[in-house]
């Protein structure tokens, strides 16, 4: 069974930075891609940043740029290096891992990331 852990998050000001890591385990991961999404409240959630066991990213447009994802595949990790946060970033940001084969989505518990203006 899948099982992602996520740490980091809390509260920062406008214009600082967080980093949010997940560790998932209980399976292997080659054929995943891994990475953050965010939902607001009152919003639907929303991709922010994947990366793939080749090396590939993708973005959303709102965070390209201030955000950086990273992938260990060794230790099977995925981290979010988030810098110039603003306001509108505060969500519960969640770890996903989607298996390319089976389609099959985990999810972490979510963690609480709050930006004051």
């Known amino acids: 069974q899948v099982k992602l852990v996520e740490s980091g998050g809390g509260l920062v000001q406008a214009g600082g930075s967080l980093r949010l890591s997940c560790a998932a385990s209980?399976?292997?991961?080659?054929?995943?891609?891994m990475g953050w999404y965010r939902q607001a409240p009152g919003k639907q959630r929303e991709l922010v940043a994947t990366a793939d066991s080749g090396g590939s990213t993708n973005y959303a447009d709102s965070v390209r740029g201030r955000f950086t994802i990273s992938r260990d595949n060794a230790r099977n990790t995925v981290t979010l290096q988030m810098n110039s946060l603003k306001p509108e970033d505060t969500a519960v940001y969640y770890c996903?891992?989607?298996?390319?084969?089976?389609?099959?989505?985990?999810w972490g518990q979510g963690i609480q990331v709050t930006v004051s203006s």
């Open positions: 209980g399976g292997s991961f080659t054929f995943s891609a």
């Open positions: 996903n891992v989607r298996n390319y084969i089976s389609t099959v989505n985990n």
